[in-house]
RNA sequence: AGGGCGGUGGCCAAGCGGUAAGGCACAGGUCUUUGGAACCUGCAUGCGUAGGUUCGAAUCCUACCCGCCCUGCCA
């Protein structure tokens, strides 16, 4: 069931390597329709899509996934795609959100190359389309106030009625349509109407309106029009303007299938097919614009690009590879159903990439001072240590080694459960890349009990962590020396929520309310090998044992500060859960 | 006088009349200088339910049940 995965793709601007993932499920009900389309030649055998967001907000995950389900379908059959702005209500859209819109989608690896377009770009054409069809007497001008409109719509069980305005005469209609484009008239006071079937059992069908009045600046025509179509009546005719063969969509959109249909066929130009599927949802997030930007705007996240929304910057910003989302878009797969994507989805496509990418370096997050007693004071050793045992080109770098040392804290136990394999008294570990060390005793504070300081012998034979005796130890430990050790500030996040389904886990639609109190821990005493002094911001990293980190964009020449993207599988963790 | 669309393991998802792919998760095991990774093994006599057609049904038919979406001059 191969489809026909061109070799000559991607040939372009793409920066970022794709690879060809082999979990991907090269076959769903969108390729196999678009397959039939090809073999029929409908639309001479092209493929065309589009992806069509409304620049009012962020690109998150869920827009992902159309991107990669639209551009990747494009891709694959030799294809084209567009970017749209489907930005016909002023009111929404701005500036700043093409801009995101737009480096998000060429983050993800996408270029759409020239086919750039904005729906408010065809807005003489669609005035030109509503008097095509007021002429044909399928479309006219209404007085009824929104309220009135709504009791004449009937209802889901109820067939609507006609508005008393259905009838004007096209003379009319052209006048007054001509009227609200000039101004003549307040703010509400009048739409215009495809002239369809007050009783369908379609709400969309029942005579929707395609044009309201509306005095609002619009970020790209500023104050040229005061009428805006509807979504209705711009997306088809955008789609049909483009050349557009497939236009792939939400299912909240199927019963607007009709509407499409009709306005292209009334207006007897070309004509896209249109074929849904259905959204990403996420277990413990949000997904969706609204929800999103309350989050926002209340500040219950520092913006947009915060590292724990399942924004495309927030999750850039966290450390997300694009390739991981792309690898996470194709597994996810793609079908009709209602669907609740677990968070563990996600993190195994990230720690997959960074499994294989990410160099390895040593970070201690919680520090607690080792001295080697037996180690010469003053002495500094530049040990040998692989960047990537995944990858054989990643190459060595040096690290120091010196006297005094920093280890993980929970590293240490002076009274260790069975089966910890950490530092305990009397306990031998290896150092990695390092010595073999035994604790020989610790120091406390006073008063607090703390362990301030623990002392090791280590034995010299044991140079990189290895012994010639054939002598086996049973943990390794990441350090860093003390004297070498740069400080960082490392921030580690947890789900946003704390209920798997916010938005149904609420008695009413208080999903607000799960709001995790600790989806963010700050760490300001961390210690990092020195060679990450001058990382740049969003290079990534695996803190060996400790999971993958980036560096933010907070980062100043001061202050290293990291975001862990998520910690390694921790099956320590599930061993001491299961001893509880 | 409602309409549309869905229902295959814990979560996704193939399947299109010939005897239930794959991924994630989970459980064992091997290996290991990351308790990581990798590798091996296990994981639906079952496809919303009940009937029917057929040599044979997740696939076809009938009825029923459940879920989601639709009553903006948002998209």
Same mark, same amino acid.
């Given at each position: 069931?191969?489809?026909?995965?061109?070799? %000559?793709?991607?040939?372009? %601007?793409?920066?970022?390597?794709?690879?060809?993932?082999?979990?991907?499920?090269?076959?769903?009900?969108?390729?196999?329709?678009?397959?039939?389309?090809?073999?029929?030649?409908?639309?001479?055998?092209?493929?065309?899509?589009?992806?069509?967001?409304?620049?009012?907000?962020?690109?998150? @995950?869920?827009?992902?996934?159309?991107?990669? @389900?639209?551009?990747?379908? #494009?891709?694959?059959?030799?294809?084209?795609?567009?970017?749209?702005?489907?930005?016909?209500?002023?009111?929404?859209?701005?500036?700043?959100?093409?801009?995101?819109?737009?480096?998000?989608?060429?983050?993800?690896?996408?270029?759409?190359?020239?086919?750039?377009?904005?729906?408010?770009?065809?807005?003489?054409?669609?005035?030109?389309?509503?008097?095509?069809? @007021?002429?044909?007497?399928?479309?006219?001008?209404?007085?009824? +106030?929104?309220?009135?409109?709504?009791?004449?719509? $009937?209802?889901?069980?109820? /067939?609507?009625?006609?508005?008393?305005?259905?009838?004007?005469?096209?003379?009319?209609?052209?006048?007054?349509?001509?009227?609200?484009?000039?101004?003549?008239?307040?703010?509400? &006071?009048? +739409?215009?109407?495809? !002239?369809?079937?007050?009783?369908?059992?379609?709400?969309?069908?029942?005579?929707?309106?395609?044009?309201?009045?509306?005095?609002?600046?619009?970020?790209?025509?500023?104050?040229?029009?005061?009428?805006? /179509?509807?979504?209705?009546?711009?997306?088809?005719? &955008?789609?049909?303007?483009?050349?557009?063969?497939? %236009?792939?969509?939400?299912?909240?959109?199927?019963?607007?299938?009709?509407?499409?249909?009709?306005?292209?066929?009334?207006?007897?130009?070309?004509?896209?097919?249109?074929?849904?599927? #259905?959204?990403?949802?996420?277990?413990?997030?949000?997904?969706?614009?609204?929800?999103?930007?309350?989050?926002?705007?209340? $500040?219950?996240?520092?913006?947009?690009?915060?590292?724990?929304?399942?924004?495309?910057?927030?999750?850039?910003?966290?450390?997300?590879?694009?390739?991981?989302?792309?690898?996470?878009?194709?597994?996810?797969?793609?079908?009709?159903?209602?669907?609740?994507?677990?968070?563990?989805?996600?993190?195994?496509?990230?720690?997959?990439?960074?499994?294989?990418?990410?160099?390895?370096?040593?970070?201690?997050?919680? /520090?607690?001072?080792?001295?080697?007693?037996?180690?010469?004071?003053?002495?500094?050793?530049?040990?040998?240590?692989?960047?990537?045992?995944?990858?054989?080109? #990643?190459?060595?770098?040096?690290?120091?080694?010196?006297?005094?040392?920093?280890?993980?804290?929970?590293?240490?136990?002076?009274?260790?459960?069975?089966?910890?394999?950490?530092?305990?008294?009397?306990?031998?570990?290896?150092?990695?890349?390092?010595?073999?060390?035994?604790?020989?005793?610790?120091? !406390?504070?006073?008063?607090?009990?703390?362990?301030?300081?623990?002392?090791?012998? *280590?034995?010299?034979?044991?140079?990189?962590?290895?012994?010639?005796?054939?002598?086996?130890?049973?943990? +390794?430990?990441?350090?860093?020396?003390?004297?070498?050790?740069?400080?960082?500030?490392?921030?580690? *996040?947890?789900?946003?929520?704390?209920?798997?389904?916010?938005?149904?886990?609420?008695?009413?639609?208080?999903?607000?309310?799960?709001?995790?109190?600790? &989806?963010?821990?700050?760490?300001?005493?961390? !210690?990092?090998? /020195? %060679?990450?002094?001058?990382?740049?911001?969003?290079?990534? *990293?695996?803190?060996?044992?400790?999971?993958?980190?980036?560096?933010? &964009?907070?980062?100043?020449?001061?202050?290293?500060?990291?975001?862990?993207?998520?910690?390694?599988?921790?099956?320590?963790?599930?061993?001491?859960?299961?001893?509880?």
């Amino acid at each position: 069931m191969n489809h026909q995965k061109s070799g %000559s793709k991607n040939t372009k %601007s793409n920066t970022n390597t794709r690879e060809n993932d082999n979990n991907t499920s090269d076959t769903n009900f969108i390729r196999q329709a678009i397959e039939e389309d090809i073999a029929s030649n409908r639309f001479d055998g092209r493929v065309h899509t589009r992806f069509p967001p409304e620049p009012s907000g962020y690109l998150h @995950i869920g827009h992902a996934k159309a991107i990669c @389900i639209s551009f990747g379908i #494009a891709e694959d059959y030799d294809g084209l795609y567009n970017l749209r702005f489907d930005d016909s209500n002023p009111i929404t859209e701005e500036s700043e959100y093409v801009e995101a819109i737009k480096r998000d989608v060429h983050w993800l690896g996408f270029d759409w190359e020239e086919r750039e377009f904005y729906a408010s770009d065809f807005f003489e054409t669609l005035y030109e389309y509503a008097v095509k069809l @007021i002429e044909k007497e399928k479309a006219y001008v209404c007085d009824l +106030t929104p309220d009135e409109m709504r009791t004449y719509r $009937g209802t889901l069980v109820t /067939p609507g009625k006609d508005s008393p305005y259905r009838n004007r005469s096209v003379e009319e209609n052209l006048t007054l349509f001509g009227g609200m484009r000039n101004g003549e008239f307040p703010d509400g &006071s009048r +739409t215009l109407r495809a !002239k369809i079937d007050m009783s369908s059992p379609n709400l969309n069908m029942r005579d929707p309106v395609m044009y309201r009045i509306l005095r609002a600046h619009h970020y790209r025509h500023g104050d040229n029009w005061c009428i805006y /179509p509807t979504y209705d009546f711009t997306h088809g005719q &955008s789609d049909s303007i483009e050349g557009v063969t497939h %236009s792939l969509c939400d299912v909240q959109f199927e019963d607007h299938r009709p509407l499409y249909d009709w306005f292209l066929e009334s207006l007897e130009i070309y004509q896209p097919r249109q074929i849904e599927f #259905a959204r990403l949802n996420l277990t413990y997030t949000v997904l969706g614009k609204r929800k999103l930007k309350v989050l926002v705007e209340e $500040g219950h996240v520092n913006g947009w690009d915060d590292p724990r929304l399942p924004t495309l910057a927030g999750m850039r910003r966290r450390g997300y590879t694009p390739e991981s989302i792309r690898n996470f878009c194709n597994r996810i797969g793609v079908s009709k159903a209602d669907n609740l994507i677990e968070i563990g989805q996600l993190e195994y496509s990230i720690r997959d990439d960074l499994n294989r990418n990410a160099p390895r370096v040593m970070a201690v997050l919680n /520090p607690v001072k080792v001295i080697i007693d037996n180690y010469p004071e003053g002495q500094v050793e530049m040990l040998d240590a692989d960047n990537n045992p995944e990858d054989e080109n #990643a190459g060595t770098r040096k690290i120091p080694f010196s006297k005094e040392i920093y280890i993980e804290r929970e590293d240490f136990m002076e009274d260790p459960p069975r089966k910890f394999y950490r530092l305990a008294p009397g306990r031998e570990v290896r150092l990695k890349h390092a010595y073999y060390i035994t604790c020989e005793n610790v120091v !406390k504070d006073e008063n607090t009990g703390e362990i301030v300081e623990i002392h090791c012998t *280590y034995d010299p034979e044991t140079r990189g962590g290895w012994s010639d005796d054939g002598r086996r130890v049973q943990g +390794t430990l990441h350090w860093v020396s003390a004297e070498h050790a740069v400080n960082a500030e490392v921030r580690l *996040y947890d789900s946003l929520f704390t209920e798997r389904e916010p938005e149904n886990a609420a008695e009413g639609a208080d999903w607000m309310k799960f709001l995790n109190p600790d &989806s963010l821990e700050i760490l300001n005493n961390c !210690k990092v090998e /020195p %060679s990450l002094l001058d990382a740049p911001p969003e290079s990534r *990293y695996q803190f060996l044992r400790m999971g993958y980190f980036c560096v933010d &964009s907070d980062t100043t020449p001061e202050k290293l500060v990291f975001n862990r993207t998520v910690p390694l599988r921790d099956s320590w963790a599930k061993i001491q859960k299961g001893q509880k």
